[in-house]
Structure formats: structure tokens, C-alpha cells
């Protein structure tokens, strides 16, 4: 089951009803100036999530999560880490139990000039109550070392680490989506599908609903599919909802590119002309 509906994220999540969602992922407006904000106001954002909270958290099922994803707001080189105004939201709610704060982190983005340039975001996960879904062998990831042994004990000489391999940790280094990105749309904030893929198979019972109430070009949706799951999503603005049917449709045809969770991150080789310093540069490089 796919639903994308074009809609306000509050009047969706009175409709789906109680404990409807096994897992919510989302990245809500950051109030920043883009087309689809309303404000650029930090006060709207802590505003937006405090009237928000009671359908979001009724919605999940008890033992399911909620994976909200943030970064900083800036104005005139001033941070605001918006993951703190979540948490100060978030935690007030006593059923609501902080997992994880996942750090993003990829290469690419503006270059700035009065402050070190910013590098990632931020993923905080709660669950519902105290026993929650998790299925960590789903998400592993391979070992630095897998060939090390116990050097003691009952153990010693057998393997020491997990054959399915390592935990993933809670710093994740997926490219973001940027133009060239496979994943790209018109929408101008997208997250990459392998975010929200993680998620899913780590969170999210087989078969399960998979929801996002600001759904945008519709990674979410794509990673729920992806992984056998249902979804129900929306947006107010027509032309993404519209951008993320397509995609779903795409996908289902088998025409949509998407950048696989476990693809290594691009290393460019020595024989690329752009990994080379330019010839102008050598005589001011130090010696
Ligand atoms: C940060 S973007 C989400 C991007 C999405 N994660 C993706 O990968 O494409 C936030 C989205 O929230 C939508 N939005 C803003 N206010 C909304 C509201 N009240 N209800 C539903 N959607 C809303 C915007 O149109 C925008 O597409």
C-alpha cells in the first residue's frame, strides 16, 4: 500500500489515526527562506513542532520510532542546531525515548568564509515506550579488521568479531543530493534514499507503514518500497507530491536510479584532471 497525498502534515496524522505508523521518518521545514517555507523565524519552528507533537507520537505504534532529521538554522552566520529545539520539544513527551542522535556527514556543500563550512546534519531517534523494534543484523555493516581473533580466554583463536558483520555506528557518510546527484529532482532539498533505507530495515517490522508527513520529492516512500514495506506520506505543495508519485511509479517500473546504501564513497583517482593540483598553483604551493 502507497499513499501520497497532497495535504497539511497536521490534518494527515488526525486522519491516520491511532498507532497507525511502525516508523515515521521526516525532515520538516527548517523555516529557512527555501520556496515551500512559511517563515524564517526559529520561534515558527519550535512553534510548528510543539503543535505537532501529540498527532505525531499518537500515530506510531507502541514499539515503533520516529526519525527526525534536522540541521542548523543560520542567519547572518549565526547557528542554531535545530536537533536541541526538537529534543527540547520531543522529550516533554514522557512515551517518546531518544535511541540514537545520528550525525550525517558528507563532503558537499557551501564554502564558507566566516565560520568552518557545514558538513552534516542530524537524525534523532525516538521510540515509542521502552520495547521497541530493532533489527540490527539487518544494518550491519563490514568489519575493518574482520580476520581478528580472541587472544584470550574460553575464546581464544576463534574470530572475535559478528560474520554479518560491525554495528554501523551513529555517524553515517552518505553523499547528499546535490545537481549530478543520481537521485536528484527538482525538489531542492532532498535526502538521499539510503538515509532513510537504514531506517527502515533497521526499524521497521516486515511489511510494516512506513510514514512521512513532509514527504517532499519522496525518499522516504522510495526507501519503504525498496524494502517491501507500505507507505503513506504527504506534502503541501502539489508539485512534489506530484514529483514523488512519479517516482514511486518509476520505481515500480523499474526505471528509478537510486545510489545503493553499501556503495563505498567516491575516492577520485590521481588520473582524474580535477583530483590534480593546476599547474598555476605549484610555484605558491609551500615547500
Ligand atoms: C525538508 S523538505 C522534505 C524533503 C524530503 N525529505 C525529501 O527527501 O525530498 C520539507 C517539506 O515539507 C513540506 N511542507 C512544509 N510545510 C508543510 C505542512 N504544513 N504540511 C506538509 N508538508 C509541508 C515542504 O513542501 C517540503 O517539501
Partial sequence: MVDILHMDAACF????????????????????????DSSVCVADFLAAHKQLLPSLVRTVKPGGSICWQVGS?????????????????????????????????????????????????????????????????????????PGKRHYKGMKRGQPSGNPLGKNPGDVWDIPNVKAGHVEKT???????????????????????????????????????????????????????VAIARKRIENLRLGLLKTRPLDRPIHVPSINDSVARVPSEWISSLPK
Fill in 13 to 36: 496524522l488526525r486522519d491516520l489515526g491511532e498507532d497507525a505508523a511502525d516508523l515515521v521518518i521526516s525532515s520538516p521545514p527548517y523555516f529557512m527562506g527555501k520556496e515551500y
Fill in 73 to 145: 538554522h543560520v542567519k547572518n552566520n549565526v547557528v542554531v542546531p535545530l536537533d536541541a529545539l526538537v529534543y527540547s520539544v520531543f522529550s516533554e513527551c514522557e512515551d517518546l525515548k531518544l535511541r540514537n542522535r545520528i550525525v550525517w556527514t558528507y563532503q558537499h556543500g557551501a564554502h564558507c568564509r566566516q565560520r568552518f563550512s557545514g558538513r552534516h546534519e542530524t537524525v534523532l531517534w525516538f521510540t515509542k515506550g521502552d520495547h521497541y523494534n530493532f533489527n540490527l543484523d539487518a544494518v550491519r555493516v563490514p568489519q575493518k579488521y
Fill in 186 to 240: 527538482e525538489h531542492p532539498c532532498q535526502f538521499p534514499v539510503a538515509l532513510a533505507q537504514r531506517f527502515v530495515r533497521a526499524l521497521c517490522p516486515p511489511g510494516g507503514l512506513v510514514v512521512d508527513p513532509y514527504l517532499g520529492s519522496g525518499s522516504t516512500g522510495v526507501a519503504a518500497v525498496l524494502e517491501g514495506c507500505g507507505f503513506s506520506g504527504c506534502d503541501l505543495e502539489e508539485r512534489y
